[in-house]
């Protein structure tokens, strides 16, 4: 009996540390942050919703996420009511912190992603569009604050 009552807090203690060793672990490498920032990026299309670790995702690609947003919708889907909200909160998490989060300083700047809200302007009106553009204000903003 003595047995059972030492075995159960080592048992409990070893799942416990070791669950939270690979809870810690996060790829440090471009390839890796990429693929999360791409599911990520499915995931907050289709449920409308984003949690920490989408954001933290986001924000480490940079102007990568645009190529993501680029490679899951097409136009229509894009730009559609439900869907365009997600894709402009998916960039400006992207741009909140370009020096000190985006991984590669490469992607510091919004090359593809000033190309993405210039075809999603072209293909919006009215109120979408100047959501477009407050977003293309924003990330001009925050790579210009870090120069």
């Known amino acids: 009996m003595s047995t059972v009552f030492f075995l159960t807090p080592v048992i409990l203690f070893a799942t416990l540390f070791t669950s939270g060793l690979d809870w810690q672990h996060c790829p440090s490498d471009d390839a890796g942050s990429f693929q999360q920032a791409n599911d990520s990026v499915h995931r907050v299309v289709t449920a409308h919703g984003y949690s920490g670790f989408d954001e933290k995702s986001f924000s480490r690609v940079g102007d990568m996420v ?25 960039i400006r998490l ?12 490469g992607h510091q ?15 919006t009106r ?3 569009q100047l959501a477009v553009d407050d977003t293309q204000k924003f990330v001009l903003q925050q790579v210009q604050s870090t120069e």
């Open 66 to 90: 645009s190529v993501a947003v680029l490679q899951s919708l097409n136009d229509r889907e894009m730009t559609a009511p439900q869907t365009l909200p997600d894709v402009l909160s998916i």
């Open 94 to 105: 992207a741009f909140a912190c370009p020096s000190r989060c985006i991984v590669v300083s």
């Open 109 to 123: 700047r919004p090359r593809v992603t000033l190309i993405l809200l210039e075809r999603l302007h072209n293909h």
């Open 126 to 128: 009215g109120p979408n």
